[in-house]
T-cell receptor
Framework: GAVVSQHPSWVICKSGTSVKIECRSL??????MFWYRQFPKQSLMLMAT?????????EQGVEKDKFLINHASLTLSTLTVTSAHPEDSSFYIC????????????FGPGTRLTVT | GQNIDQPTEMTATEGAIVQINCTYQ??????LFWYQQHAGEAPTFLSY????GLEEKGRFSSFLSRSKGYSYLLLKELQMKDSASYLC????????????FGTGTRLLVSP
């Protein structure tokens, strides 16, 4: 149980376009979902926290107008990278909490974004 | 704010024991996690400590001292597949109990 999926697993887009990444909890209701970004050989950096039905809470330094987060249901959160630039190329990982073990976050497999 | 430190890289030999340390400074501490991450993959949960002491789970053990702001992950009987990054993460009793990750330790196990 407690499976989180992400789609797509990888995407290549042109500079200036927008990309949407989906994060789904498959077998539990996720009250809270988190979005992370990870650059090569670096650790995970939290970008934002989203709760179903409310606005996301962004970490300091993360542009909310560039990284749009929507948590429309208890099983789906989306991250849209708007007007993508090459420096946005990264590994984006979501996690979800709300499974049987209250303290644990369950991670999705990640999405590799490359902006050309 | 929160500050979490780990060694950047460690090397060890197959069959040996390795200890990966993590020191942290945070207000409202509410638990410490260890994750394993292979390159290009998502982190996988290893352990969770909220009280002082040692938690043992097979070849992996994790220790926490809240008063010292210190934890370690102990890996026994190392195998080649243990080559990965090991991430220490702390959660605080504020907001949404988000995880703040340390820099991660890249472990290379050699034959």
């Amino acid at each position: 149980g407690a499976v989180v999926s992400q789609h797509p697993s990888w995407v290549i887009c042109k500079s200036g376009t927008s990309v949407k990444i989906e994060c789904r909890s498959l077998d539990f209701q996720a009250t809270t979902m988190f979005w992370y970004r990870q650059f090569p050989k670096q650790s995970l950096m939290l970008m934002a926290t989203s709760n179903e039905g409310s606005k996301a809470t962004y970490e300091q330094g993360v542009e909310k107008d560039k990284f749009l987060i929507n948590h429309a249901s208890l099983t789906l959160s989306t991250l849209t990278v708007t007007s993508a630039h090459p420096e946005d190329s990264s590994f984006y990982i979501c996690s979800a909490r709300g499974g049987a073990v209250s303290y644990e976050q369950y991670f999705g497999p990640g999405t590799r974004l490359t902006v050309t | 704010g929160q500050n979490i430190d780990q060694p950047t890289e460690m090397t060890a030999t197959e069959g040996a024991i390795v200890q990966i340390n993590c020191t942290y400074q945070t207000s409202g501490f509410n638990g410490l996690f260890w994750y394993q991450q292979h390159a290009g993959e998502a982190p996988t949960f290893l352990s969770y400590n909220v009280l002082d002491g040692l938690e043992e789970k097979g070849r992996f053990s994790s220790f926490l001292s809240r008063s010292k702001g210190y934890s370690y992950l102990l890996l026994k009987e190392l195998q080649m597949k243990d080559s990965a990054s090991y991430l220490c993460a702390v959660t605080a009793n504020t907001g949404f109990q988000k995880l703040v990750f340390g820099t991660g330790t890249r472990l290379l196990v050699s034959p």
